[in-house]
């Protein structure tokens, strides 16, 4: 549910101070994905904020996200720059990690905070340590096979995962 994990991971982020959001975004297609961008951007409207830079990656893939990150962050002045990073997924929020860590040696979370989504394992190793949001995987299986057998109407299903807060915010 898109509401209402973005609503936790936008409130955590006010909570902490955070004031200069970004987002980035994968492949624009997924309505899943379009939908978290619109809730990202309304939460920091509701607070003051009307504007919401966003970097599109173009895919969900690490080397991409690091291509578009590095990309802002050479034609963005320091002082302008966004002070936290929310990404569309896990794997995009790694390469963003990697290429503001080696490629410009900004320290995570003091110069930029990188929040994920999806809760892969990746991102609680000690080399990332991402706060995600993670889905309820086992939970979205289960109510997916009981659809298929039968067992369960075909019908849209909300769902809630949690929010995992680590060292990158």
Do not use: K
């Amino acid at each position: 549910d898109a509401t209402t994990s973005v609503e936790e991971i936008g409130t955590y982020l006010w909570d902490q101070g955070y004031r200069r959001p970004g987002f980035m975004t994968g492949a624009r297609s997924l309505s899943t994905a379009l939908r978290r961008r619109r809730c990202f951007a309304a939460f920091w409207r509701r607070h003051g904020i009307s504007e919401v830079p966003e970097l599109s990656a173009g895919s969900y893939d690490r080397h991409a996200a690091e291509a578009a990150l590095r990309n802002y962050l050479t034609t963005t002045p320091a002082e302008e720059r966004f002070d936290v990073l929310m990404c569309e997924n896990d794997v995009l929020a790694v390469g963003a990690v990697d290429v503001a860590r080696s490629a410009f040696g900004l320290r995570i979370p003091e110069d930029l905070a990188v929040v994920g989504y999806d809760g892969i394992d990746l991102t609680a190793t000690p080399a990332y340590n991402i706060t995600t949001y993670e889905q309820p995987l086992d939970e979205m299986v289960t109510v997916i096979m009981d659809m298929i057998r039968g067992r369960r109407a075909l019908e849209s299903v909300r769902l809630h995962g949690h929010l995992i807060v680590r060292g990158s915010t």
